[in-house]
C-alpha cells in the first residue's frame, strides 16, 4: 500500500508530480490558451465584483492560503485576506454579500474551516471550497468549488495537498487575470506553458534526495531551525517549518527573510542552521544580503537556490538546487526540498512520520 517506500508521506512527496498533473488536467488547456473550470466559469460575476476575497483555512492550508494571496493580488489585482479560520469566526468580522469567501482544506473536515464558512454563508457571502476529499463537509456546504485531485492523502504531515491547493488556486487566479484584462495574452500564455512544466520540474527537485538527506543527517541534532523567505516563499518558509516541527518535534520558526532583524537575529550563533529560500527572484539580491548577515554571526546555512547559482553556492554551507520556473509558480518547487529535510530528519531521529504525537488527520474538535 506504500507502493515500496518507508512511509506514505514519502510516497505521497514522490506523488507529487502525478499529483499536480492531475489537478490541473481538463482545467489547463494550453492549445487553446484558456483554463476551463466550471465553479469559477458559472461564478465569474461573483469573482469579478468582489470588493475582496477573504482565504480561511489552519495549518498547511492556511499557507496555502497565502500563496494565494500574494498570486491573485499580483495577477488578478483583487484584494486578498488570509485568516485562519478560527480566529476569523471568533472574532465578529466584517462580512458582506459583495465578498468571496475561499476556504481550503484537504480533510474539507476541518471544524473551524467548516464554522467560518457557516458563518460567511449566514452573512451572505459567496463560498467557494478548495478541497481534496470529494464529498466532504466544506466541500458540500461551499456554494461552488474546485476539487484538488491529489489522491488519498495519508501521511498526517500535507504535501501534495499543498502543491495541489496551490495549483489550483494558482489557475483560479489566472483565470481571473485573464477575465479582468489584468494579465496580458502572451503573459497568460507562458504562465501556461510553466504551470504544464511543473511535474517534470518537481521530479528533478526530487532528485537532490540523496543530497537532501546527507544535510539532515549533519543537523538532525539540532534543538532549533530558522526559515526564511520572502514574497512568494516566505509562506514556504512557514510550510518548511511547520513540516520539521510536527513531525521531528524539532521547535523551527518561519519568518520573511527582513524581519531576521527586527528580533530572531538574535537568536543566530553557530549552533543554528537556517534554511534560506534564496532562488532567483525579484528580491534576490536582498536575500543575499540577509544570507551575509547570518554569515557574519556565524549561523549555518542551508540555501534553496535555482540551479546554476553561484553567489548563494558561494556563501552557504550547503545549498540544494530547484529548477528555475516563473516566480509566482517557485513555490511549487521551493516547497520540495523542505519537505524532504524533514522527512528525512525525522526518520533519522526515529520518529512516527506517518502518525506524529499529539496530532490527527483531520481535525475535527474545534
Ligand atoms: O484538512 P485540512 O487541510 O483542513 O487540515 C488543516 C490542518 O489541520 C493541516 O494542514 C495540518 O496543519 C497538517 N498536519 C500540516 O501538515
Not at 500535507?158 to 495549483?167: E, L, N, V
Not at 521530479?203 to 532549533?224: G, P, R, T
Not at 511547520?242 to 520573511?256: N, V
Not at 558561494?314 to 540544494?320: F, G, R, T
Request: charged residues 25%.
Amino acid at each position: 500500500e506504500k507502493g515500496g517506500y518507508d512511509h506514505f508521506m514519502l510516497k505521497e512527496i514522490h506523488e507529487q508530480p502525478k499529483a499536480i498533473t492531475d489537478t490541473y488536467r481538463g482545467r489547463l488547456l494550453r492549445d487553446e490558451a484558456i483554463i476551463k473550470m466550471a465553479g469559477v466559469e458559472d461564478n465569474m460575476k461573483k469573482f469579478l465584483n468582489a470588493n475582496r476575497i477573504i482565504i480561511v483555512a489552519c495549518g498547511t492550508s492556511w499557507h496555502a492560503g497565502l500563496v494565494a494571496e500574494y498570486i491573485f493580488e499580483d495577477l488578478a489585482r483583487i484584494p486578498v485576506e488570509v485568516e485562519y479560520a478560527s480566529e476569523f469566526r471568533y472574532r465578529n468580522p466584517v462580512i458582506t454579500e459583495n465578498d468571496v469567501l475561499i476556504a481550503i482544506s484537504q480533510s474539507g473536515e476541518t471544524a473551524d474551516t467548516l464554522a467560518a464558512i457557516k458563518m460567511a454563508k449566514s452573512k451572505g457571502a459567496f463560498v467557494f471550497g478548495v478541497c481534496n476529499v470529494v464529498g466532504s463537509s466544506i466541500a458540500r456546504e461551499s456554494d461552488a468549488g474546485a476539487y484538488t485531485h491529489a489522491g488519498p492523502e495519508i501521511g498526517v504531515a500535507s504535501t501534495k495537498a499543498f502543491t495541489t491547493q496551490i495549483t489550483v488556486l494558482s489557475l483560479i487566479a489566472l483565470r481571473l487575470a485573464r477575465a479582468k484584462g489584468t494579465i496580458s495574452s502572451s503573459d497568460f500564455r507562458r504562465y501556461l506553458l510553466e504551470m504544464e512544466l511543473i511535474p517534470e520540474k518537481v521530479e528533478k527537485a526530487l532528485e537532490a534526495d540523496a543530497h537532501i538527506k546527507e544535510v539532515s543527517h549533519i543537523y538532525k541534532n539540532a534543538a532549533n531551525f530558522l526559515y526564511l523567505g520572502r514574497g512568494y516563499n516566505f509562506p514556504v518558509a512557514l510550510e518548511g517549518a511547520l513540516k520539521l516541527k510536527e513531525i521531528s518535534y524539532i521547535h523551527a520558526e518561519g519568518y520573511p527573510a527582513a524581519e531576521m532583524k527586527h528580533g530572531p537575529i538574535a537568536l543566530i550563533d553557530e549552533n543554528m542552521p537556517i534554511v534560506v529560500i534564496a532562488t532567483k527572484a525579484e528580491h534576490y539580491d536582498k536575500v543575499v544580503s540577509n544570507i551575509q548577515e547570518i554569515k557574519s554571526r556565524k549561523g549555518k546555512i542551508i540555501g534553496v537556490i535555482t540551479e546554476g547559482d553561484t553567489v548563494v553556492r558561494e556563501l552557504a554551507d550547503h545549498v540544494i538546487e530547484v529548477p528555475e520556473t516563473i516566480e509566482a509558480l517557485s513555490p511549487l518547487l521551493t516547497t520540495i526540498p523542505l519537505q524532504l529535510l524533514s522527512y528525512h530528519i525525522a526518520v533519522m531521529l526515529g520518529k512516527n512520520v506517518d502518525q506524529p504525537r499529539n496530532l490527527a488527520k483531520s481535525v475535527t474538535v474545534e
